[in-house]
C-alpha cells in the first residue's frame, strides 16, 4: 500500500524560503519507473503542478517557477524535498506530493498525499 | 489561466450522464494522454482515469474517458449524489515539458 505525508511549516513570512517534505512508503526511489512529484492548490482554486524526481534523479520543473524551486530524494530516508524561495502571498496554498506510477506505458501521478495547508503572511 | 480549458460547472440529476469537457492543444492532449481526478471537498485529488480511457482498480465503470483531436472527455454515467465534486483533467504538455490541468470542473448532483 502505496502512502504519502506533506510536512513543513504551516506559516512563512513572506521573502522567506519554504522548505516541504513528503514521506513515502510502499515503494522506493530506487526502483526503475518511480518518480514523486509536487503539486499545489491555492485555497478555491485549480491545481498546479510543480516539480517531479525520478528514480533515476531525473528532475522536471515548471517554467513558470523554475528559478524558484529546488525537488531532491534521499532515497535511504525514503523521502522528497521541496523548497521554493522567495515565499510571496500568492504562494499560499496547499501542497500535495504525489506518487508517479505507471500503467500503459505512461507515466502518471496515481497517489496522492493528504497535502498540507502553507500560509505566506507577515 | 489553466493550460487546459474545462467548463466550471456542471450538473445532472441521479441517474443521468454528464459528460465533462478537457480543451488542450497539439502539445499537451492532441498528442499525450489524458487524465482525470475526482477532488471531493476538503480532500486530496483521487486518480479516476489514466491514459485516456483507462480506470484503475476500485474506480465504478460509471466513469469512462475519451479524447478525439485535442479534447479529452470524462463521462459518468447512472449519476450519484456521492459524485458530486471537482473535477480536473490533467496532461503531460511536450513545449512545456511539463504537466498541465485544467481549471476544474464542479460537478453538482441536483
Known amino acids: 500500500q502505496i502512502t504519502l505525508k506533506e510536512s513543513g511549516p504551516t506559516l512563512v513570512k513572506p521573502t522567506q524560503t519554504l522548505t516541504l517534505t513528503c514521506t513515502f512508503s510502499g515503494f522506493s526511489l530506487s526502483t526503475r519507473g518511480v518518480g514523486v512529484g509536487w503539486i499545489r492548490q491555492p485555497p478555491g482554486k485549480a491545481l498546479e503542478w510543480l516539480a517531479l524526481i525520478y528514480w533515476d534523479d531525473d528532475k522536471r520543473y515548471s517554467p513558470s517557477l523554475r528559478t524558484r524551486l529546488t525537488i531532491t530524494k534521499d532515497t535511504s530516508k525514503n523521502q522528497v524535498v521541496l523548497t521554493v524561495t522567495t515565499m510571496d502571498p500568492v504562494d499560499t496554498a496547499t501542497y500535495y506530493c504525489?506518487?508517479?506510477?505507471?500503467?500503459?506505458?505512461?507515466?502518471?501521478?496515481?497517489?496522492w498525499g493528504q497535502g498540507t495547508l502553507v500560509t505566506v503572511s507577515s | 489561466q489553466a493550460v487546459l480549458t474545462q467548463p466550471p460547472s456542471a450538473s445532472g440529476t441521479p441517474g443521468q450522464r454528464v459528460t465533462i469537457s478537457c480543451s488542450g492543444t497539439?502539445?499537451?492532449?492532441?498528442?499525450?494522454?489524458a487524465y482525470w481526478y475526482q477532488q471531493l471537498p476538503g480532500t486530496a485529488p483521487r486518480l479516476l482515469i489514466y491514459?485516456?480511457?483507462q480506470r484503475p482498480s476500485g474506480v465504478p465503470d460509471r466513469f469512462s474517458g475519451s479524447k478525439s483531436g485535442t479534447s479529452a472527455s470524462l463521462a459518468i454515467s447512472g449519476l450519484r449524489s456521492e459524485d458530486e465534486a471537482d473535477y480536473y483533467c490533467a496532461s503531460w504538455d511536450d513545449s512545456l515539458s511539463g504537466w498541465v490541468f485544467g481549471g476544474g470542473t464542479k460537478l453538482t448532483v441536483l
Open positions: 504525489a506518487h508517479i506510477g505507471s500503467g500503459s506505458g505512461n507515466y502518471y501521478f496515481d497517489q
Open positions: 497539439s502539445s499537451n492532449i492532441g498528442s499525450k494522454n
Open positions: 491514459a485516456t480511457n
